[in-house]
T-cell receptor, first 114, second 112 residues
Framework: DGGITQSPKYLFRKEGQNVTLSCEQNLNHDAMYWYRQDPGQGLRLIYYSQIVNDFQKGDIAEGYSVSREKKESFPLTVTSAQKNPTAFYLC?????????????FGPGTRLTVL | DAKTTQPNSMESNEEEPVHLPCNHSTISGTDYIHWYRQLPSQGPEYVIHGLTSNVNNRMASLAIAEDRKSSTLILHRATLRDAAVYYCILRGLSGSARQLTFGSGTQLTVLP
């Protein structure tokens, strides 16, 4: 079945450590996205990539980094520079192009920094 | 950026229709109206989208006002599985406007 996978579902890290969240899709989608969600809030865009080897900052990119070396993969690294990293992180993908086509979301990774 | 306004919460009885409103008075001519919903501890799920005409799919209907300054998502018969946060989002076709900007959405509670 085609879809987006994120691993792990729950992640615990000590303060000051970098951590990388995985996002893989087998939908052959060109565009991929990372969002952050805090309790009771909507999603906020961290980074997005519309094509391999290219990505752009979203609204809250500070303290995060990404790479897009393969079409299927868009890992997100939460660095120690991120002041409040505890949140629910969601990855999404979209077919791409100018159309208004939908984004498909993964199940999310809940990161807790102790 | 064009923004949307939705009620924080709504309630509905099971098996009854639900009308979820969204105001977007600053919408531009090329903005599409998208609706997503999010169940607890899950990623959002696409529901429907439209530009000018009303739209129907297997999940819901989207009614768009003639001036496009508001829209309504219609669930024809609410079930307990429809309890979720519903997001109304405007999406443009170029530059940063192509990205989805999520507000706080409407928390729909379905009563048995």
């Amino acid at each position: 079945d085609g879809g987006i996978t994120q691993s792990p579902k729950y992640l615990f890290r000590k303060e000051g450590q970098n951590v990388t969240l995985s996002c893989e899709q087998n939908l052959n989608h060109d565009a991929m996205y990372w969002y952050r969600q805090d309790p009771g809030q909507g999603l906020r865009l961290i980074y997005y990539s519309q094509i391999v080897n290219d990505f752009q900052k979203g609204d809250i990119a500070e303290g995060y980094s990404v790479s897009r070396e393969k079409k299927e993969s868009f890992p997100l690294t939460v660095t120690s520079a991120q002041k409040n990293p505890t949140a629910f992180y969601l990855c999404a993908s979209r077919k791409g192009g100018q159309g208004a086509n939908e984004q498909f979301f993964g199940p999310g990774t809940r990161l807790t920094v102790l | 950026d064009a923004k949307t306004t939705q009620p924080n919460s709504m309630e509905s009885n099971e098996e009854e229709p639900v009308h979820l409103p969204c105001n977007h008075s600053t919408i531009s001519g090329t903005d599409y109206i998208h609706w997503y919903r999010q169940l607890p501890s899950q990623g959002p799920e696409y529901v429907i989208h439209g530009l000018t005409s009303n739209v129907n799919n297997r999940m819901a209907s989207l009614a768009i006002a003639e001036d496009r300054k508001s829209s309504t998502l219609i669930l024809h018969r609410a079930t307990l599985r429809d309890a979720a946060v519903y997001y109304c989002i405007l999406r443009g076709l170029s530059g940063s406007a192509r990205q989805l900007t999520f507000g706080s959405g409407t928390q729909l509670t379905v009563l048995p």
